[in-house]
């Protein structure tokens, strides 16, 4: 569109002293004529341009018009970026790649080096939460129904591990515990839920719009947290000492207890699903059920079936 290219064309200008005109057609993939137009189109907009002739002449802005720059340091840029960037390789999104370039042209050309040496001492990549490419595609269709107000239907892999199809009102996308969720209203359920979108399978768009419920996300969480909170599994479990680190790194030190052999005896609530169970398995012999008596027969019957598998 033309009003994202004037604006393009208004960043780079603030952040070069003079370009040419065949460099901004080349850059903006214009014709010289179109860059022409262009200019006098920013100058009518206010925006003091000036042009200077000859073989080393070409288009800028005045200089007691640019930004300054001084509002924000070179950590600023930078943090900023770095953001951008992981977000970006999770998403594979061309709008947040479009975003981080505009915000790439508003560096200050001297603090190119001192950016590029802070690039060598802090890397973030989250391009492993974005998962593998089908799960990309899945978030595509996701958002573009949240984005358009569609009804949305997809396959699903429940906690206790059914495969089932629902149609729901998607309402929110949110990264929450290390994953990308999708906020719905559940029509076969007749409910809020939350779906992982890893686990959403041949999302597909439907014709229907669909009008936003009142509970917002927020208000749908802390309604969430007290329902977990009152009806969730208290449970206590006894570590081995050589997972001291990973306790102490997962639960507040107020819900552990060391005994004397350096085992962490932990007390704590959660939801009871077939994930509860597969994520007390997953510490294999490291772990031990101390109560309820029920759930320690839950484990203590699954691990005689993975016995006899081996």
């Known amino acids: ?26 850059r903006f993939g214009v014709s010289l004529r179109t860059i022409q137009r262009d200019m006098e189109a920013i100058e009518l907009a206010g925006i003091p341009v000036f042009a200077e002739q000859g073989p080393r002449g070409g288009y800028g802005i005045l200089e007691s018009y640019k930004m300054e720059r001084q509002l924000m340091s070179v950590d600023d840029f930078y943090y900023i970026v770095t953001a951008l960037k992981g977000v970006a390789g999770s998403l594979a999104d061309e709008h947040l790649d479009n975003t981080l370039q505009k915000v790439q042209t508003l560096l ?26 089908r799960h990309r595609e899945a978030f595509k269709t996701v958002r573009e129904a949240v984005e358009n107000e569609r009804l949305l239907r997809f396959r699903y892999t429940n906690n206790k591990l ?46 229907s719009a669909i ?15 007290r329902k977990v909170s009152t009806e969730s599994l208290e449970m206590e479990l006894k570590f081995s000492p050589v997972m001291r680190t990973m306790v102490e790194e997962y639960y507040d030190p107020k819900e552990c207890c060391i005994l004397e052999d350096g085992s962490l005896v932990v007390k704590l609530r959660m939801p009871e699903d077939g994930w ?35």
């Open 1 to 26: 569109m033309k009003i994202d290219r004037l604006l393009s064309e208004i960043i780079f200008l603030l952040n070069h002293q003079l370009v040419s005109a065949s460099a901004l057609a080349r």
């Open 108 to 133: 200050p050309c001297k603090s190119q080096d001192i950016f590029s040496d802070r690039n060598e001492k802090l890397s973030i990549d989250f391009s492993m939460l974005g998962g593998d490419q």
């Open 162 to 207: 059914e495969c089932v199809t629902r149609i729901v009102e998607p309402l929110t996308i949110a990264f929450r515990w290390r994953s990308w969720y999708l906020y719905a209203y559940c029509r076969s359920k007749e409910d809020y839920r939350l779906f992982r979108i890893s686990r959403i399978k041949e999302p597909e768009i439907l014709a």
């Open 211 to 225: 009008h936003r419920r009142d509970l917002s996300f927020e208000r749908f969480l802390e309604e969430n947290y």
């Open 276 to 310: 509860l169970y597969g994520y007390i398995l997953s510490f294999g012999e490291y772990v031990e059920v101390m109560r309820p008596d029920r759930l320690r027969r839950i484990i203590a019957e699954t691990a005689k079936k993975i016995e006899k598998i081996y």
